[in-house]
């Protein structure tokens, strides 16, 4: 039996959501940036009195708009991240559970493989590799089932009165054997 090598998560799943979080914290900093911009009274007046003045409001109202504007992106920054990884953990965790159920009926012996993911979902190739070896395994059983019937058959044709037709059904169940024998070592393999 050969294995399937692949990759069970979709390539671009790790870059876009390290491009998605980026973006968030990009969008967050900007929108602290202008949030201090909009705060701040400017600069006005050309004297040095003015400026002085500015300055002063500036000192009075610099860490606690700083402290509340921050404490406000933070916490908005931490609810869009977590809300992001949720959105894109449910992508795996869903199809991991779904195939976790699949594998369990497919291993009790249910082996129609019926089952499929929703389109946007993560791990569809861990799906398409649990289906072909259901498949093969399908397979592997009816030709099993079908040996059997065929020594089952010549098992009961047997009554010992008819030489020729004793050596057949002998020679026809030898065969199946050796058949069943080389399903069973391909499978061990």
Known sequence: MQ????SFTRPYYRRKLFFS??????LASLCAAAGLLAVFPSVSGACYGAVITTLHAFERMLVPTIATLFAVMTGLLALAVSFL?????????????RLGQEAAR?????????F???RKDNLTDLEDSLKQVACRYRE?????EQLTSVLDRQAASLDGSNRPAVEKAV???TVAAAAMEKIVSEIRA
């Open 3 to 6: 294995f399937i090598e692949a």
């Open 171 to 173: 020679r026809e169940m």
């Open 21 to 26: 979080t980026l973006v968030i914290v990009v």
């Open 85 to 97: 990884h949720l959105f894109y953990s449910h992508r795996i965790a869903g199809p991991a559970f």
């Open 106 to 114: 497919i291993g009790s012996g249910d082996l129609r493989a019926d």
């Open 116 to 118: 499929r993911l929703r």
């Open 140 to 144: 592997t059983v009816d030709a099993l």
